[in-house]
């Protein structure tokens, strides 16, 4: 391979280095010399060969996993996409992705070249093995036991929450276990506050339930719990993500927690506390979580696994007040987890035996990193981008109409999202929200804030 490059690689070219060894890969690629599939070989090893720095193969091998024509598996190497088609008689790249794979900044996923899946599947294939015939009756409505307990173990550890196995619900994603709360304790008309803006996907829940959405606008210290108060005092519920706001990043202040709790008491509310990527902070010590400081017993705390483990998991959990675990409990058993019994005892061992701490302190090196490449990216192409102090994606601003703006990056393949279409009513600067989650390399960072630079210029 290396010997078909060689020729081209010059540096009186016009063409930066680099991109003479991307072109001619592309070109490999096209006429069949390199099939979807192919294990490249290692930067190193291609910069020997060449003669070049291996900074030059990086940047080469990154242009080309950000247009989709290699991907990057870990330790295993750097391949040629599933999605390239080649041969003479049809040299051409393929557009659409593998099922799953990731587009270039797309949000709501984890890193999934750095997931532990070997010991997963380990993990997995033991509890398949140890499983009786009594595992194929109907599963519990609240969740399997095992997991409930790992869950309580694991929040009075980290985040200092108290609480018993039978407080804790399983349910089958984020949607599922707000719709397990709505049906549970609001009644049609009951209002509810909700960040503005805020996370759009949960909405359609809320009105389903037929209550009432109040649009709280969002701040440097989190939602405006005044506002909230002086317009719309009668609210039975309010919907915050404290930790990382989604998807400006902010954290509620401590004053605003405090003032919420006594909003809660005094009006015989609810507190839903979606403790959205609170395990990924990079700056300073974080805030206790709202659930921890609760004495008025008003504050149902939510999670899910889809952002530290993978999204296909689809499992998420509540934990109830203890006076409301009847109630919830009747309700599950018309809701129930639908999420498989299999899938919570891996979860449940995955917990108990110390993977998931030490996966998630991984993680924070590793999303601390990308998050730096990307920074450094955008600000290299002349983004400005606001600072957070956690969180696996970030908002950068612009000039103009955001929504504009998306649509020619989605047209390239970027998979941004516009700031404007997180609001309800409020107005504010426009934003481009992005992730750099599977960003595996300074290059591929540089490239696709390249790529946006392009598409949207």
């Known amino acids: 391979m290396a010997s078909s490059i060689e020729p081209i690689v010059s540096a009186h070219h016009a063409i930066p280095r680099y991109q003479q060894i991307a072109r001619k890969l592309k070109q490999a690629i096209s006429d069949g010399e390199l099939v979807a599939g192919s294990r490249l070989p290692s930067s190193r090893t291609m910069a020997l060969e060449l ?15 950000a247009q989709g024509w290699l991907e990057r598996r870990g330790q295993a190497g750097t391949f040629v996409s599933p999605s390239v088609t080649s041969g003479a008689n049809n040299p051409a790249f393929v557009t659409n992705q593998p099922q799953g794979a990731p587009l270039p900044f797309q949000m709501g996923l984890p890193a999934l ?25 109907m599963p519990e409505a609240n969740g399997e036991s095992t997991l409930r307990q790992a869950i309580t173990d694991y929040l009075r550890f980290s985040r200092s929450i108290d609480c018993q196995p039978e407080q804790v619900f399983i349910t089958a994603g984020f949607q599922a276990a707000m719709r397990l709360v709505a049906h549970t304790l609001a009644k049609p008309g009951d209002g509810i506050w909700l960040e503005d803006p805020g996370y759009r996907y ?9 209550m009432v959405l109040h649009a709280v606008p969002v701040d440097e210290e989190g939602m405006q719990i005044d506002y909230g108060i002086s317009h719309f005092p009668d609210a039975r519920f ?8 989604s998807p400006l990043g902010v954290a509620l ?44 017993q008003r504050v149902i705390y939510a999670g899910t696994f889809s952002k530290s483990l993978f999204p296909a998991l689809r499992v998420a959990w509540l934990v109830v007040p203890q006076q409301q675990v009847e109630a919830f409990s009747q309700h599950a058993h018309f809701l129930p987890c639908t999420a498989p019994l299999l899938i919570q005892q891996t979860i449940a061992d995955f917990l108990r035996e110390g993977h998931f701490w030490r996966h998630l302190k991984k993680m924070r090196l590793c999303y601390s990193e990308r998050r730096v490449w990307l920074e450094h990216a955008l600000a290299q192409q002349g ?5 957070q102090a956690g969180g696996i994606q970030l908002v950068m601003r612009v000039n103009g109409d955001d929504r504009a703006l998306v649509e020619k990056a989605r047209k390239a393949g970027l998979a941004v999202q516009a700031l404007s279409d997180w609001r309800m009513v409020s107005q504010g600067e ?3 929200l992005m992730s750099f989650t599977n960003l595996t390399s300074q290059a591929m960072a540089h490239q696709a804030a390249k790529q946006l630079r392009m598409a949207i210029s």
Do not use: C
């Open 238 to 245: 309010a919907l915050l993500t404290p930790a990382h706001q």
């Open 51 to 65: 003669g070049v720095a291996r900074a030059t193969v990086e940047n080469a091998y990154g242009e080309l996993v």
């Open 113 to 137: 070249d750095a997931f532990p899946r070997v010991l997963w599947a380990r993990i997995m294939g033991r509890r398949l093995r140890l499983q009786t015939r009594y595992d194929l009756v």
């Open 430 to 432: 426009g934003g481009i």
């Open 253 to 296: 202040s401590l004053t605003r927690r405090h003032q919420l709790l006594d909003w809660v008491a005094a009006n015989q509310g609810w507190l839903i506390e979606d403790d959205y990527d609170s395990e990924f902070r990079y700056h300073g010590k974080p805030l206790p979580p709202i659930k921890s400081l609760d004495g008025p």
């Open 383 to 387: 983004f400005d981008v606001v600072p």
């Open 202 to 210: 949960v909405r359609p829940v809320f009105a389903e339930a037929q």
